[in-house]
């Protein structure tokens, strides 16, 4: 079906690859990649669905945070961040917010 990753999963990948320590939450993912002002909802289910296309294919380190009163997870490198608790892979179920 699918010859390779698409534009946002190349985009997405640049992004971690340029900042390899850094940690993005997703609205911050959604305007770098869209270079828009305001995220809506079809923006962030595209990123998210990238994201987990990434973790599965080029970048299995890829985590994610869950932080408390927040729906903006955050994105990360587990090879650059293994101390952060309360995270898990991208591919696993969300984490529980602490």
Known sequence: MSKGPGHIERQLAEIFEKKPKGIFSTVELCLKVYRIRTVK???RV????ALKGIARGT???LWRQAPKHSRNDLWF???AWSEVTGSAGAMNPRPRKR
Do not use: G, N, S
Request: hydrophobic share 30%; aromatic share 8%.
């Open 41 to 43: 909802k079809k923006h």
């Open 46 to 49: 595209a990123v998210l669905r």
């Open 59 to 61: 970048m299995p380190t």
């Open 77 to 79: 490198d587990y090879r």
